[in-house]
């Protein structure tokens, strides 16, 4: 059987060649149509229907105008928009993510427009210069519609105002909790930093500033400093008088920094006190450095869930005889300066730092102060000050300044280190706590 054609008047439609139109075309009443947009424009315009001024809007309502407008890309982390500048245009998010700070861009306090959102529409409404920073939060497509446009050709239908209304309800509700989030931080803050002050200033009065040691004025001249890297650092020092007459001097590094560290060395201070007073009351003699290193370092030990651990050297003096015991947890070696401008580092007897294991031993060293004779003792934070360039201070500079502090006194000779340290730094930012004792054996009567 012979099969019969379709013959349908829509198979027929198809067969049937459609001459492409050519523009432009001109229709009854003298209409003219320039081109055809049917498929190029449209298609490059399909993110109309995500963009949330737009919802409800007819295509048509607005193609003409969003074809003409240019489409702009942001790289992440680029501005579009920042304070006191004005600005002309609505931005529309077609791909991406911005953000907006109300204070700075570096602050953590922000709200984010996502794609199909805009952002610039308050300063063409109010006519005033922009009032927030606008970063591009990742790449980001923005199409950039004029003021112009805006105002004669899309705010004209009552559904961009409506869609317009609940964006800037919705925006003036984050900006809102934003303001209160950042407020609440600032407040915080400002309790943060009254506390630091004032930890700042128990710590201060932890650390003896009166250098006149009681009835050894004429024989020990003594001067020491601490320059925090923070509001609250970790270095420490301490000197106090013995039962039995010796002067104990110290000079201590916390291996962390800020608060805890400084609690840290609250506590190794007082340790090292009672534990020093101690085995002088039972032994009814000096005691050795190392045998008070031994005890700190137990004590420290204990109730240490953090770790932390410390480094320090502690010598005591016998300002009759000029005798200097000493010993060392894992701290910077002190020096010896003869009014000659010759130096002596005392560089044994160095052991572990104290906290880090429970039980350690150290030993004590023993070296002869004639008169005139000064012990400086410092921190790393001395030695390892960075210049702008990251160069560092380090022991040469500083072994070149103790020889040339010709005769000074204790308090010349730190001021002359740190002088030198600060004139080295420049407008580096210290980054490291710096902290300098000097003991001076003056000549007997």
């Not at 931005?91 to 700075?104: I, Y």
């Not at 301490?238 to 805890?260: A, E, R």
């Not at 001395?382 to 006194?409: I, K, Q, S, Y």
Request: net charge negative.
């Amino acid at each position: 059987m012979q099969t019969r054609p379709n013959l349908s008047p829509r198979a027929t439609e198809r067969r049937i060649a459609v001459a492409p139109a050519s523009f432009p075309l001109l229709l009854p009443g003298a209409m003219s149509i320039e081109g055809d947009r049917r498929c190029g424009d449209r298609r490059r315009l399909g993110f109309i229907s995500h963009l949330d001024l737009f919802q409800g809007v007819s295509y048509s309502a607005v193609e003409d105008v969003l074809a003409d407008c240019p489409v702009r890309r942001f790289a992440a982390d680029e501005l579009l928009l920042e304070p006191g500048v004005p600005n002309s245009n609505v931005f529309l998010v077609v791909e991406g993510r911005l953000r907006v700070h109300l204070d700075s861009v570096e602050s953590g306090n922000a709200i984010f427009i996502e794609a199909g959102g805009c952002i610039g529409e308050m300063s063409i409404i109010d006519g005033k210069p922009v009032s927030a920073f606008v970063v591009a939060e990742k790449d980001s497509r923005i199409l950039v519609l004029d003021q112009e446009q805006f105002w004669s050709r899309i705010v004209t239908d009552v559904r961009v105002v409506r869609n317009l209304l609940q964006l800037l309800t919705e925006r003036m509700r984050r900006n809102n909790e934003a303001v209160l989030k950042g407020l609440k931080e600032r407040l915080i803050l400002e309790h943060i930093q009254k506390e630091l002050r004032f930890a700042h200033e128990i710590q201060e009065g932890m650390l003896p500033r009166n250098f006149g040691l009681p009835g050894l004025a004429h024989r020990v001249d003594l001067h020491a400093s601490m320059q925090a890297a923070r509001e609250i650092g970790g270095d420490l020092y301490d000197f106090f008088v013995m039962p039995q007459g010796g002067v104990c001097v110290l000079v201590g590094d916390v291996s962390d920094k800020g608060m805890p560290a400084a609690l840290f060395m609250a506590r190794t201070v007082v340790i090292v006190q009672m534990v020093a007073r101690l085995i002088a009351a039972a032994g009814g003699g000096a005691p050795e450095p190392a045998a008070i290193l031994s005890e700190v370092n137990r004590a420290l030990w204990e109730n240490n869930p953090s770790r932390m651990f410390v480094t320090m050297f502690l010598a005591i003096l016998d300002p009759r005889t000029g005798a200097l015991s000493y010993s060392n947890a894992g701290h910077n070696s002190p020096y010896v300066r003869s009014p000659d401008g010759t130096l002596t580092a005392l560089d044994g007897m160095r052991g572990a730092p104290l906290g880090i294991k429970p039980a350690l031993s150290y030993r004590s060293g023993v070296t002869q102060l004639r008169d005139g004779d000064m012990l400086f003792a410092y921190t790393d934070g001395v030695t390892e000050a960075a210049d702008p360039g990251d160069g560092m201070f380090g022991e040469a500079r500083l072994e070149r300044v103790l020889r040339e502090a010709n005769d000074h006194d204790a308090a010349a000779l730190t001021g002359a280190v740190l002088g030198a340290v600060r004139r080295f730094a420049g407008d580096a930012i210290q980054s490291d706590d710096i902290t300098m004792l000097a003991l001076r054996l003056l000549p007997g009567a």
